[in-house]
C-alpha cells in the first residue's frame, strides 16, 4: 500500500470522492485538474488547460473532460460523470472500484467481468495530456468509446452555445484536430491504435459545476464535442490518448507515456509529496522562470513570488537555478522601485509595497545558501541600490520614507499590502500608514544591503546609509511597541495605533536583522500563541475582535470580507517558528516538528499531494481557497528545513 491512501469504499460516494481534487502541471504554465473521480466542479478544472500566448498568456481551458464508454454485447456503459441541473449524467463513479495516485492519477473501473485502468500524465515542458487504458480483465469482445468536450475559453470564464465556433475537424495521424475559435491553437486528439471517428458535432448545454456556484460565482456552461474515436480493444492490451498543442506520431505515444510515467518523483512520504509540489509551481517560459502563486486560478504574484521563492526551491530541493532564475526575472521587471505584484508587461500592476522588500529577504536566504557575497552583490547589488533610493527619497506618491526613517505608505481605496481585499472598490483592511511588517521588512533590506556592501566594500553606499538602520530601530519601537497591551501594533496612521491583533507582526520577530529586542520578541509570540495560533496556521484577526469572522465560506464579498478578518493561512507560520528558533534553539524541534505533522492529514484531501490557500478559523479548520498555495507549501518546508538545521 502506498502513502497516499483513499477510502475505496467512499469513492462511490460523490459527498466524498467530489472534496478530493487532483493536480498535475507541465512545469511550463499548464496543467490537467479534476477531481478523483474525473466529475468537474470548477471551471478552472479541465484534463488540458494552457497558456495561450497568441491571446495573451493567461492559461484557457482546452480539453475540458473525456468521457469514456465500454461496450459489451451491444450493451453500453458510460464511465463519465457529469453534473447537469438537478442530476448528476452519466454516473460512471460507479463503477470505480480503486484510485491511486502514485506514481500518477489512476482509476481502475469494473463494469461486470470487464476490469479496465485509466492513467494520466501529463509530460513536463509539453502542452499535452496522455492518457493509458488498459483492459486488466474481459470475457467477451470489448469496444472503447472515447468522447472529447472541448472548451476554449479562459480558464476565469465560461463557454456558451454559439453559431461562432468553428465545429468542423480534420484527420490527422491516428485522430482529428479540432480549432474552435481564431487565434486559438489547434487541438491534436490522437490513438496509438487504429481506429474510427463518428463526426457527431453538437452541443451539450447546462454542465454545473458547483464548486463555483457555492463562491456566487456563475456555474454553468455549454461544451461542444465533435464527436467520438471507437476501437476494439484485448484483454491485457493498452491504448493511449492524447491532446496536444502539437501533432504526434501516433506510433511514439506509448514510448513517450512510459518515460514520461518512469520519471514520476516518489510521493511515497510527506516531504516527499511537498518537494513534488514545490516544484509544480516553478515554471520555465522561454528565457523566464516564475513562480505561480496557486492552482488553479492563480497567475504569477510578486509578493507571494519572494515569500515562497526560498522554501520552493532552497529548503525543496536546493535548486539554486531555479532560485536564482526567478530573481534574475523578477529583477528585470522592476519599474521606479517596485515590482508588478500581478500581470506582466501591459498587464502589470505595480500596487504593492511589501514585495520589494520581500526582494532583499529572498535574496538574503539565497546569499546564505550560496556564501558568495561578492556575486551577489555583483548580480543585484546595484538593482537593491535603486530600490532603496525611489523608497527614501519618496519618488512615489504614495510611498515614502518620513524623516524618522520609517515608511508610510497610503493609497486612497487600495489595500498595499498582503491584506488586500477589496470588497465594493473599498479595502476590507487598508492598514494606511506605517504598517508593522513593511518597515520590519525595511529595516532588514537596509542593514542586509550595508552588509553587502560592507563586505564588497562600497564605501559611498555605506558612507550614504550606515546612520539610518540607528534612526529606524529607534522610531520603529517608539512607533509601534505598546506598553500597556505588550504587543506590537498592526499599523500607525493619523489617528494613532491600530491594536488589531494580527499576525504581521510576528515578521519584525523572525527577520535576520529585527528592530526589536528579545523581551519584545517574547511579548508577540506570547500573544499569537494565545489569540491567533492554530494546528493550520495563524488567524488573520483575534477572535475576541468584534470584526472576527470564522469562516470562509459564501459569496466573493462574504469570502472577502473574512479573507484577512480571522481565516487563518500557513505561510506565517514558518515566521512563527523562526522567531522561536532564534530564542529558544534546538529545544524547540520537537514543538516544530508537531506544526509540520499537523499537515499529513492534508495530503489526501482537499487538494491531494499539497497543501491548500487557507483555513477557517473556526475549529475544525476546514480548508478553502486554492487547492495547492505556493507560500502554503513553500513554508512548511522552510520549517522542515529550520528543524534539520538546529537539530544537527
Given at each position: 500500500m502506498g502513502y497516499l491512501t483513499f477510502n475505496k469504499e467512499e469513492l462511490v460516494n460523490l459527498e466524498y470522492s467530489l472534496s478530493h481534487e487532483i493536480l498535475s502541471t507541465n512545469r511550463a504554465g499548464g496543467y490537467l485538474s479534476t477531481t478523483i473521480v474525473g466529475c468537474n466542479t470548477?471551471?478552472?478544472?479541465?484534463?488540458?488547460?494552457?497558456?495561450?500566448?497568441?491571446?495573451?498568456?493567461?492559461?484557457?481551458?482546452?480539453?475540458?473532460?473525456?468521457?469514456?464508454?465500454?461496450?459489451?454485447?451491444?450493451?453500453?456503459?458510460?464511465?463519465?460523470?457529469?453534473?447537469?441541473?438537478?442530476?448528476?449524467?452519466?454516473?460512471?463513479?460507479?463503477?470505480?472500484?480503486?484510485?491511486?495516485?502514485?506514481?500518477?492519477?489512476?482509476?481502475?473501473?469494473?463494469?461486470?467481468?470487464?476490469?479496465?485502468?485509466?492513467?494520466?500524465?501529463?509530460?513536463?515542458?509539453?502542452?499535452?495530456?496522455?492518457?493509458?487504458?488498459?483492459?486488466?480483465?474481459?470475457?467477451?469482445?470489448?469496444?472503447?468509446?472515447?468522447?472529447?468536450?472541448?472548451?476554449f475559453r479562459s480558464r476565469h470564464q465560461l463557454s456558451k452555445a454559439n453559431w461562432f465556433a468553428n465545429t468542423s475537424h480534420r484527420v490527422s495521424d491516428g485522430g482529428i484536430s479540432s480549432r474552435l475559435y481564431d487565434k486559438f491553437p489547434t487541438l491534436h486528439m490522437q490513438l496509438d491504435k487504429t481506429n474510427r471517428f463518428i463526426s457527431n458535432p453538437d452541443w451539450y448545454y447546462n454542465f454545473e459545476y458547483l464548486e463555483e456556484k457555492d463562491r456566487g460565482y456563475d456555474y454553468t456552461e455549454d461544451l461542444f464535442t465533435p464527436g467520438y474515436f471507437e476501437l476494439s480493444i484485448e484483454k491485457g492490451e493498452s491504448v493511449i490518448f492524447s491532446a496536444s498543442?502539437?501533432?504526434?506520431?501516433s506510433s511514439r505515444l506509448a514510448y513517450k507515456f512510459n518515460k514520461e510515467l518512469n520519471s514520476r518523483p516518489e510521493k511515497n512520504n510527506f516531504l516527499n509529496c511537498l518537494k513534488n509540489s514545490a516544484n509544480q509551481f516553478i515554471i520555465h517560459r522561454g528565457k523566464d522562470t516564475e513562480v505561480i502563486a496557486g492552482y488553479p486560478w492563480f497567475g504569477r504574484w510578486g509578493r507571494d513570488t519572494f515569500i515562497a521563492l526560498p522554501g520552493l526551491t532552497l529548503a525543496a530541493n536546493l535548486d539554486l537555478k531555479s532560485c536564482k532564475g526567478v530573481l534574475d526575472t523578477m529583477t528585470s521587471e522592476v519599474s521606479n522601485g517596485l515590482f508588478p505584484n500581478i500581470g506582466k508587461n501591459h498587464t502589470a500592476a505595480?500596487?504593492?509595497?511589501?514585495?520589494?522588500?520581500?526582494?532583499?529577504?529572498?535574496?538574503?536566504?539565497?546569499?546564505?545558501?550560496?556564501?558568495?557575497?561578492?556575486?551577489?552583490?555583483?548580480?543585484y547589488g546595484e538593482k537593491m541600490r535603486s530600490i532603496l533610493e525611489v523608497f527614501r527619497k519618496g519618488d512615489l506618491s504614495n510611498i515614502q520614507m518620513h524623516e524618522n526613517g520609517l515608511i508610510w505608505a497610503k493609497e486612497e481605496g487600495k489595500a498595499l499590502t498582503w491584506m488586500d481585499a477589496v470588497v465594493n472598490g473599498v479595502p476590507v483592511t487598508q492598514r494606511a500608514g506605517y504598517a508593522v511588517e513593511i518597515n520590519a521588512l525595511w529595516y532588514n533590506a537596509v542593514r542586509f544591503t550595508l552588509y553587502l556592501a560592507q563586505e564588497n566594500n562600497d564605501k559611498k553606499f555605506i558612507q550614504e546609509w550606515e546612520d539610518l538602520p540607528a534612526r529606524i530601530e529607534e522610531n520603529f519601537v517608539k512607533t509601534f511597541w505598546n506598553e500597556k497591551v505588550k504587543y506590537l501594533a498592526d499599523y500607525v496612521d493619523e489617528k494613532g495605533q491600530n491594536l488589531d491583533i494580527r499576525p504581521n507582526q510576528i515578521i519584525a520577530a523572525s527577520l535576520p536583522y529585527s528592530p526589536v529586542n528579545d523581551e519584545i520578541k517574547n511579548d508577540v509570540i506570547s500573544i499569537i500563541q494565545k489569540e491567533l495560533l492554530t494546528p493550520k496556521g495563524l488567524r488573520t484577526l483575534s477572535p475576541n475582535h468584534p470584526d472576527y469572522k470564522g469562516i470562509y465560506r459564501g459569496t466573493q464579498a462574504e469570502r472577502d470580507l473574512s479573507y484577512h478578518q480571522g481565516t487563518v493561512w500557513v505561510w506565517q507560520l514558518s515566521h512563527y517558528v523562526e522567531a522561536l528558533f532564534k530564542l529558544s534553539g534546538k529545544s524547540f524541534c520537537k514543538e516544530a516538528e508537531q506544526i509540520v505533522a499537523n499537515f499529513e492529514d492534508d495530503m489526501t484531501n482537499y487538494g491531494i499531494s499539497s497543501i491548500n490557500e487557507v483555513y477557517d478559523g473556526n475549529p475544525p479548520h476546514h480548508p478553502g481557497g486554492s487547492i495547492s498555495q505556493a507560500w502554503s507549501v513553500s513554508e512548511i518546508l522552510r520549517i522542515v528545513d529550520l528543524i534539520d538545521k538546529y537539530k544537527t
Amino acid at each position: 500500500m502506498g502513502y497516499l491512501t483513499f477510502n475505496k469504499e467512499e469513492l462511490v460516494n460523490l459527498e466524498y470522492s467530489l472534496s478530493h481534487e487532483i493536480l498535475s502541471t507541465n512545469r511550463a504554465g499548464g496543467y490537467l485538474s479534476t477531481t478523483i473521480v474525473g466529475c468537474n466542479t470548477r471551471k478552472y478544472h479541465g484534463l488540458l488547460v494552457c497558456p495561450v500566448e497568441e491571446l495573451d498568456g493567461e492559461n484557457y481551458v482546452l480539453l475540458s473532460s473525456l468521457d469514456e464508454t465500454i461496450v459489451q454485447h451491444d450493451r453500453s456503459f458510460n464511465l463519465g460523470i457529469h453534473r447537469f441541473p438537478k442530476v448528476y449524467e452519466p454516473r460512471g463513479h460507479k463503477y470505480i472500484i480503486d484510485f491511486e495516485y502514485e506514481p500518477t492519477p489512476t482509476i481502475i473501473y469494473r463494469v461486470g467481468g470487464v476490469i479496465l485502468k485509466k492513467e494520466l500524465v501529463m509530460p513536463h515542458d509539453a502542452e499535452q495530456i496522455l492518457i493509458r487504458y488498459t483492459l486488466l480483465d474481459a470475457h467477451s469482445p470489448t469496444i472503447l468509446k472515447f468522447r472529447p468536450f472541448l472548451a476554449f475559453r479562459s480558464r476565469h470564464q465560461l463557454s456558451k452555445a454559439n453559431w461562432f465556433a468553428n465545429t468542423s475537424h480534420r484527420v490527422s495521424d491516428g485522430g482529428i484536430s479540432s480549432r474552435l475559435y481564431d487565434k486559438f491553437p489547434t487541438l491534436h486528439m490522437q490513438l496509438d491504435k487504429t481506429n474510427r471517428f463518428i463526426s457527431n458535432p453538437d452541443w451539450y448545454y447546462n454542465f454545473e459545476y458547483l464548486e463555483e456556484k457555492d463562491r456566487g460565482y456563475d456555474y454553468t456552461e455549454d461544451l461542444f464535442t465533435p464527436g467520438y474515436f471507437e476501437l476494439s480493444i484485448e484483454k491485457g492490451e493498452s491504448v493511449i490518448f492524447s491532446a496536444s498543442l502539437k501533432e504526434e506520431k501516433s506510433s511514439r505515444l506509448a514510448y513517450k507515456f512510459n518515460k514520461e510515467l518512469n520519471s514520476r518523483p516518489e510521493k511515497n512520504n510527506f516531504l516527499n509529496c511537498l518537494k513534488n509540489s514545490a516544484n509544480q509551481f516553478i515554471i520555465h517560459r522561454g528565457k523566464d522562470t516564475e513562480v505561480i502563486a496557486g492552482y488553479p486560478w492563480f497567475g504569477r504574484w510578486g509578493r507571494d513570488t519572494f515569500i515562497a521563492l526560498p522554501g520552493l526551491t532552497l529548503a525543496a530541493n536546493l535548486d539554486l537555478k531555479s532560485c536564482k532564475g526567478v530573481l534574475d526575472t523578477m529583477t528585470s521587471e522592476v519599474s521606479n522601485g517596485l515590482f508588478p505584484n500581478i500581470g506582466k508587461n501591459h498587464t502589470a500592476a505595480y500596487n504593492s509595497v511589501d514585495a520589494p522588500m520581500w526582494y532583499f529577504w529572498a535574496i538574503q536566504k539565497y546569499a546564505e545558501v550560496v556564501n558568495d557575497t561578492e556575486t551577489v552583490w555583483k548580480d543585484y547589488g546595484e538593482k537593491m541600490r535603486s530600490i532603496l533610493e525611489v523608497f527614501r527619497k519618496g519618488d512615489l506618491s504614495n510611498i515614502q520614507m518620513h524623516e524618522n526613517g520609517l515608511i508610510w505608505a497610503k493609497e486612497e481605496g487600495k489595500a498595499l499590502t498582503w491584506m488586500d481585499a477589496v470588497v465594493n472598490g473599498v479595502p476590507v483592511t487598508q492598514r494606511a500608514g506605517y504598517a508593522v511588517e513593511i518597515n520590519a521588512l525595511w529595516y532588514n533590506a537596509v542593514r542586509f544591503t550595508l552588509y553587502l556592501a560592507q563586505e564588497n566594500n562600497d564605501k559611498k553606499f555605506i558612507q550614504e546609509w550606515e546612520d539610518l538602520p540607528a534612526r529606524i530601530e529607534e522610531n520603529f519601537v517608539k512607533t509601534f511597541w505598546n506598553e500597556k497591551v505588550k504587543y506590537l501594533a498592526d499599523y500607525v496612521d493619523e489617528k494613532g495605533q491600530n491594536l488589531d491583533i494580527r499576525p504581521n507582526q510576528i515578521i519584525a520577530a523572525s527577520l535576520p536583522y529585527s528592530p526589536v529586542n528579545d523581551e519584545i520578541k517574547n511579548d508577540v509570540i506570547s500573544i499569537i500563541q494565545k489569540e491567533l495560533l492554530t494546528p493550520k496556521g495563524l488567524r488573520t484577526l483575534s477572535p475576541n475582535h468584534p470584526d472576527y469572522k470564522g469562516i470562509y465560506r459564501g459569496t466573493q464579498a462574504e469570502r472577502d470580507l473574512s479573507y484577512h478578518q480571522g481565516t487563518v493561512w500557513v505561510w506565517q507560520l514558518s515566521h512563527y517558528v523562526e522567531a522561536l528558533f532564534k530564542l529558544s534553539g534546538k529545544s524547540f524541534c520537537k514543538e516544530a516538528e508537531q506544526i509540520v505533522a499537523n499537515f499529513e492529514d492534508d495530503m489526501t484531501n482537499y487538494g491531494i499531494s499539497s497543501i491548500n490557500e487557507v483555513y477557517d478559523g473556526n475549529p475544525p479548520h476546514h480548508p478553502g481557497g486554492s487547492i495547492s498555495q505556493a507560500w502554503s507549501v513553500s513554508e512548511i518546508l522552510r520549517i522542515v528545513d529550520l528543524i534539520d538545521k538546529y537539530k544537527t
